[in-house]
């Protein structure tokens, strides 16, 4: 049977210098399909005991992404570059996630054909688009696509599956629980911050929680806002809907980013 997820994600950002505003809103449609699990039938042995086991830090299940449809608006500045951009939003199509059941950490198993597909992606841009501008994006996507943990870092951007893929576990060791990881708010800022997910409470089997978040210390970022909100169901993983809201200072520029996820089904 094919279980899918779909979730709609509204990012918008506003940049503020002086009497300068620059506008972009984007939605992103991404499905989430369960593939399978795995490490369930991976008996571990015990040399000791002289038996097999299975081991529950082995559990996971196994998810594909697919950018369904990606909208852009940019800001005049940005406008002859919207179809540009459009086009390679798509190049984490087709990503497996593999999502451990116990701690919810994640790895992606299939970065050898990620690669070979931003290739041909790239290829393809490269038959409509030309110029330096447009070799040197390409050429710095070219090396987020050097190592998993590049790729795996579209995995906690809020641009992109971040909070898709929140880490929440599906039971709390404790009324208290709270957890942090390091996240970017976009491929932009090239910056990573410190977010925190508290949990606040269950009702009606609606577990709800709150993020803030903070810069990493020797920053140069000024952060004036961090503030946003989750909600799950009781043994679910992924979000019913989720928001955040930023606002930070930097080179007297002041930035704002919203982000909205609402899951379809």
Aim: aromatic content about 14%.
């Amino acid at each position: 049977m094919i279980n899918d997820t779909l979730f709609l994600l509204r990012s918008e950002l506003t940049n503020i210098k002086g009497s300068s505003v620059d506008h972009c809103s984007f939605e992103r449609l991404v499905n989430i399909r369960f593939l399978r699990e795995a490490g369930r039938d991976m008996p571990v042995y015990n040399k000791e005991l002289d038996i097999h086991y299975y081991n529950i830090l082995n559990f996971a299940s196994i998810y594909e992404i697919e950018t369904v449809d990606f909208f852009i608006k940019a800001s005049s500045r940005l406008s002859k570059a919207q179809e540009f951009i459009r086009r390679l939003n798509y190049r984490y199509d087709w990503m497996q996630v593999k999502v451990k059941t116990q701690n919810m950490q994640l790895s992606i198993i299939n970065t050898d054909e990620l690669k070979n597909r931003w290739v041909r992606l790239k290829n393809a841009v490269l038959k409509d688009y030309k110029g330096d501008v447009v070799i040197h994006a390409l050429e710095k996507i070219d090396k987020r696509f050097e190592n998993q943990e590049e790729i795996i870092s579209s995995l906690s951007r809020y641009f992109c599956f971040g909070l898709i893929f929140p880490g929440i576990p599906l039971k709390h060791r404790n009324e208290n629980w709270i957890k942090s990881r390091f996240i970017e708010f976009s491929e932009y800022e090239n910056e990573k911050f410190e977010e925190y997910i508290e949990y606040l409470g269950t009702v009606k089997g609606e577990k709800i929680y709150a993020i803030t978040g903070n810069t990493q210390p020797g920053s140069q970022t000024v952060l004036s806002n961090y503030k946003g909100n989750i909600s799950l169901e009781e043994n679910n993983i992924f979000p019913i809907e989720a928001s955040v809201r930023i606002e930070f200072n930097r080179d007297d520029v002041i930035n704002q980013w919203s982000f909205n996820l609402l899951r379809y089904n």
